[in-house]
């Protein structure tokens, strides 16, 4: 090896969390390496949030050309021609990618290393032929996909989000295995291109996002023409033909068989850690992930860190984001900084999208008891809702004592949009009055969760003392 480089900050891992890290400690003014094995931007760039989304956006629009005789326009079916499709999906990923690139962290001043890292010892790291003795090490690794354990499986050429945007040629019949949100999306966005498609899930489908939410976004796939299995195992597979399968299924006390032309496996995600050699590192691991403490420090080697999905928490890429914030911080300031709960916020886009952030109802009632109460307003109520033809939807408030919003659940058009200012409210600690008295735009959707949060003066004129006081004032007009 040539000499070792003696950075501030070794960063493994040049997706999201690394990325976001690189950044803001070079503008802190600490020195950087940077390592990565395989393509910059990882997961969510290339294969993930940013292909998903393009292919999301042009399912959208074939859907709003069928949709149009409800508006009185007469389209037609749209004709889908999916190589232009694919083109969409990589040029909108080749957009972004100089954001991402190698070169605009050298710009920055980051050393960048584009080759497999592993530990030597506890303080030393190699990469590309080189030894790195960072005073802070801090591993981003992302994560890959599972594959169950299911005979027959591993013989086929099966889908993963790391090679489905590969595809140029739209499946006849795609099926999904796995019910939550990367599994649905797809399904939704490919029967919109004019796939066939199947869901094979475990259990409840979007079993993490609010059951009633989640029931109304199964219902509109259903609607769509998606064959949802629910509480389904996979249990058998055989090939049939160059990319399908012949896939037996136990469902209701029966089997039910399938013949795809593709499968696509989306059930679940596991750290990537493989050849990082973390036990020379003394890094210590849970099935999660790098075992951290609260502030994402390693439990056994206090130089290492761990953010994004090898951190064991939730799987998200703006989570990610703030999880390197929060350790920049901590490098910075030796003190600990740690997430809160009510900074947790996600959105699965399908259509209807479902948007949450902070707690739930059921983790509200354990923290704060009888003080909970759920303000909700459907999309029904709302006039521009009714315009756009898209009253399907609802808004949660999840309150807690003097209305301190602890949470919501939005499920309706636009809800990952709409989820903000709820978001903004709950980590300032507002209450819903705050959010009832803001002023906004008419018609808009935002005023969905104004309204809901209104419905707090309601249940509040209803009290006894309420109804005097009020009464007493109508005698004093």
Not at 48 to 64: D, E, T
Request: charged share 20%.
């Amino acid at each position: 090896m040539s000499e070792a480089l003696t950075p501030d900050l070794c960063i493994i891992g040049a997706g999201s969390a690394g990325l976001t890290l690189a950044a803001a400690a070079r503008a802190a003014g600490l020195s950087v390496v940077l390592v990565e094995r395989a393509k910059m931007g990882g997961e969510c760039l290339n294969t993930g949030c940013v292909p998903s989304k393009a292919l999301i956006a042009a399912a959208r629009h074939a859907h709003a050309i069928r949709r149009a005789k409800a508006f009185g326009i007469d389209a037609g079916d749209p004709v889908v021609d999916f190589a232009r499709v694919h083109a969409h999906v990589h040029d909108v990923i080749a957009g972004i990618a100089p954001h991402d690139s190698a070169d605009r962290f050298r710009g920055l001043g980051a050393t960048v290393i584009e080759a497999s890292a592993r530990f030597v010892d506890p303080d030393t790291v190699e990469a590309g032929g080189r030894a790195i003795r960072a005073k802070r090490i801090v591993i981003a690794t992302g994560s890959k996909p599972v594959v169950p354990d299911v005979p027959g499986l591993s013989a086929i050429p099966i889908l993963t989000n790391e090679s489905l945007f590969d595809l140029t040629a739209l499946p006849s019949h795609l099926v999904v295995v796995g019910g939550g949100p990367v599994g649905l999306e797809m399904a939704q966005a490919f029967r919109r291109l004019g796939s066939a498609v199947s869901v094979i899930s475990r259990g409840r489908p979007l079993r993490n996002d609010d059951a009633e939410a989640a029931a109304l976004v199964v219902s509109r796939l259903r609607g769509e023409g998606v064959e949802i299995l629910a509480e389904a195992k996979l249990t058998a597979a055989v090939p049939l033909g160059a990319a399908g399968a012949r896939l037996t299924v136990a469902v209701g006390g029966g089997e039910r068989v399938l013949e795809a032309s593709h499968v696509l496996v989306a059930a679940g995600r596991r750290p990537a850690l493989d050849g990082l050699d973390l036990a020379a590192g003394n890094v210590a691991t849970t099935p999660d992930g790098v075992d951290v403490d609260d502030a994402f420090r390693s439990r056994s080697n206090s130089r290492v860190f761990a953010i994004g999905d090898v951190a064991g928490s939730y799987r998200f890429t703006h989570w990610a984001s703030h999880q390197a914030g929060l350790v920049l911080r901590t490098i910075l300031t030796r003190l600990p900084a740690k997430p809160k709960a009510s900074e947790i916020v996600w959105c699965t886009y399908t259509d209807p999208e479902i948007a949450h952030a902070g707690l739930t109802e059921a983790e509200a009632r354990v923290r704060h008891g009888g003080a909970v109460k759920v303000l909700r307003f459907a999309y029904a109520g709302n006039d521009r809702a009714r315009a756009d033809l898209e009253t399907d939807g609802f808004v949660k408030l999840v309150t807690g004592s003097r209305g301190r919003i602890l949470g919501a659940d939005i499920v309706g058009a636009g809800a990952g949009e709409l989820i903000g200012t709820v978001a903004l409210a709950i980590s300032a600690g507002l209450g819903a009055g705050a959010l009832a008295r803001t002023v906004l735009p008419y018609p808009t959707l935002g005023e969905v969760s104004k309204r809901a949060a209104m419905t707090t003066y309601a249940d509040a004129l209803k009290k006894p003392l309420a109804g005097l006081a009020l009464r007493f004032l109508r005698t004093t007009l």
